[in-house]
């Protein structure tokens, strides 16, 4: 089993519904999860970040982890053509060593 | 700031040539890492460093050499450039132990 799992898409949904992107992982150590966002041919943009479990709300986006489950999700309300992109999440131990773990990406088509 | 910056942009080299990808950070990040990307199988660690003089393997670091002799400044070295080397290549920095990584924009490989 891979420490992280993500469905690589495409996500293709109209333009304003709520969309969400999950995560699953099996590492329990984890406690740091991060959402990057990757348009094409660019790097990824640190999107949003939590620690430990529990809601983080920017604007129309919305993080969630729940650690029980081992799932983290972002959810993107009124979802606009510019939030095409790839979605990485991206998880890590704090204070054991410097590696963050990535996801494989989630591509999202945003229809007009 | 200028970020995590990355040269050169695009590259086609030749099999069994050799080519150094440069990457420099302004955020004064102790830690740096390469990455390449692929379809299908996400970001994959190359090497890292947790400070000047400090390198490290990642998950794919065969045909790859890193030196960090600043804290600004981690080059990664391809000694005899392979097909299998055809990729995206991203230098991240992060100011600590799983600290949110910064990307910079990218350095495309073509290896033929």
């Known amino acids: 089993q891979k420490e992280v799992e993500q469905d690589p898409g495409p996500l293709s949904v109209p333009e304003g519904a709520i969309v969400s992107l999950n995560c699953t992982y099996s590492n329990s150590a984890f406690q740091y999860f991060m959402w990057y966002r990757q348009y094409s041919r660019k790097g990824p943009e640190l999107l949003m970040y939590?620690?430990?479990?529990g809601n983080k709300e920017d604007g129309r986006f919305t993080a969630q982890v729940d650690k029980s489950s081992k799932y983290i999700s972002l959810f993107i309300r009124d979802s606009q053509p510019s939030d095409s992109a790839t979605y990485l999440c991206a998880m890590s131990i704090m204070n054991r060593d410097d590696k963050i773990i990535f996801g494989k990406g989630t591509r999202l088509h945003i229809l007009p | 700031n200028a970020g995590v910056t990355q040269t050169p942009k695009f590259q086609v080299l030749k099999t069994g040539q050799s080519m150094t990808l440069q990457c420099a950070q302004d955020?004064?990040?102790?830690?740096m890492s390469w990455y390449r990307q692929d379809p299908g199988m996400g970001l994959r660690l190359i090497h890292y460093s947790v400070g000047a003089g400090i390198t490290d393997q990642g998950e794919v670091p065969n045909g790859y050499n890193v030196s960090r002799s600043t804290t600004e400044d981690f080059p990664l070295r391809l000694l005899s450039a392979a097909p299998s080397q055809t990729s995206v290549y991203f230098c991240a920095s992060n100011r600590g132990e799983g600290e949110t990584q910064y990307f910079g924009p990218g350095t495309r490989l073509l290896v033929l």
């Open positions: 939590t620690y430990s479990s």
């Open positions: 955020m004064n990040h102790e830690y």
